[in-house]
């Protein structure tokens, strides 16, 4: 059962708590930093944010951790920061690869799914009005992929966004 899910924005909060239905549950919010693009968005969410360096360039964003050069503004390069900071075993998926692989497929030792999905920022960002009649069909496809959370054992849900919208 889920014990503590972490969400932003009020899409996660009704998907959660009249979704799931799953009991108690944890609400925390935190302010976004400006612009609000989804490179620095994302990388606000990792730990250590308040020491990393950001910068614009002509090569676009450069978000650097002080004690590495790698740029956390590439996908990549967060998903490694974070798996690294996060210790333990992870395993990565996108949203349609937890909700179309095999539960009996998971590694054993693996204690930590972080699951992944750029289809509610390409909806929002470039459906206008269509995306207020997707976003029913989105929030079902992440119901789906917290029940396969369950289902596989999972204690912790962390339901983020960068954007302050699901």
Same mark, same amino acid.
């Given at each position: 059962?889920?014990?503590?899910?972490?969400?932003?924005?009020? #899409?996660?909060?009704?998907?959660?708590?009249?979704?799931?239905?799953?009991?108690?549950?944890?609400?925390?919010?935190?302010?976004?930093?400006?612009?609000?693009? +989804?490179?620095?968005?994302?990388?606000?969410?990792?730990?250590?944010?308040?020491?990393?360096?950001?910068?614009? +360039?002509?090569?676009?964003?450069?978000?650097?951790?002080?004690?590495?050069?790698?740029?956390?503004?590439?996908?990549?390069?967060?998903? #490694?920061?974070?798996?690294?900071?996060?210790?333990?075993?992870? #395993?990565?998926? +996108?949203?349609?690869?937890?909700?179309?692989?095999?539960?009996?497929?998971?590694?054993?030792?693996?204690?930590?799914?972080?699951? +992944?999905?750029?289809?509610?920022?390409?909806?929002?960002?470039?459906?206008?009005?269509?995306?207020?009649?997707?976003?029913?069909?989105?929030?079902?496809?992440?119901?789906?992929?917290?029940?396969?959370?369950? #289902?596989?054992?999972?204690?912790?849900?962390?339901?983020?966004?960068?954007?302050?919208?699901?």
């Amino acid at each position: 059962m889920l014990r503590n899910i972490e969400k932003l924005g009020l #899409a996660g909060y009704i998907f959660t708590f009249e979704r799931l239905d799953v009991g108690p549950s944890q609400v925390k919010t935190c302010l976004s930093p400006v612009p609000s693009v +989804t490179e620095v968005g994302m990388a606000a969410l990792l730990p250590g944010w308040a020491n990393f360096q950001v910068d614009y +360039t002509a090569k676009g964003w450069q978000i650097s951790p002080t004690e590495s050069h790698d740029n956390l503004a590439r996908r990549d390069k967060r998903l #490694a920061w974070l798996t690294g900071q996060l210790g333990g075993t992870s #395993a990565v998926y +996108t949203l349609d690869e937890w909700l179309t692989g095999a539960l009996d497929e998971l590694e054993p030792e693996v204690n930590r799914l972080i699951v +992944t999905s750029t289809t509610i920022d390409a909806i929002g960002e470039g459906a206008g009005m269509v995306a207020l009649h997707t976003f029913e069909a989105l929030l079902t496809r992440l119901e789906q992929g917290a029940r396969r959370l369950l #289902a596989a054992g999972g204690t912790t849900l962390h339901l983020v966004t960068d954007h302050g919208f699901l």
